[in-house]
């Protein structure tokens, strides 16, 4: 799986993410981009985010609720599939 179909899959619906946080803890996620499933009045505020989408990419935790990001370079599968970082 590459970048462009992470982002498709989670624009289209919810996905199960793996990532490694930065302090090294892995975390698993049930993410979506989707305007159809995020909550009214929850839309991401593009100016919180720190660095383009290159090299992160905000999602909604649909378990938590809330915003989240992750690092494409730490990102580990995709709803059970590997994701290609190279």
Same mark, same amino acid.
């Given at each position: 799986?590459?970048?462009?179909?992470?982002?498709?899959? =989670?624009?289209?619906?919810? +996905? /199960?993410? @793996?990532?490694?946080? $930065?302090?090294?803890?892995?975390?698993?996620?049930?993410?979506? !981009?989707?305007? #159809?499933?995020?909550?009214?009045? #929850?839309?991401? /505020? =593009?100016?919180?985010? @720190?660095? &383009?989408? *290159?090299?992160? =990419?905000? $999602?909604? /935790?649909?378990?938590?609720? %809330?915003? !989240? +990001?992750? !690092?494409? &370079? =730490?990102? *580990?599968?995709?709803? %059970?599939?590997?994701? /290609?970082?190279?």
């Amino acid at each position: 799986m590459v970048k462009s179909e992470v982002i498709a899959l =989670l624009e289209a619906g919810e +996905a /199960d993410i @793996v990532f490694t946080k $930065v302090n090294g803890t892995v975390r698993e996620m049930r993410a979506t !981009r989707s305007t #159809e499933i995020i909550p009214n009045g #929850e839309e991401y /505020d =593009l100016s919180q985010n @720190v660095s &383009d989408e *290159t090299s992160s =990419l905000a $999602v909604w /935790d649909c378990e938590v609720t %809330g915003w !989240r +990001a992750f !690092r494409w &370079d =730490l990102l *580990t599968s995709v709803n %059970g599939e590997p994701y /290609d970082n190279g």
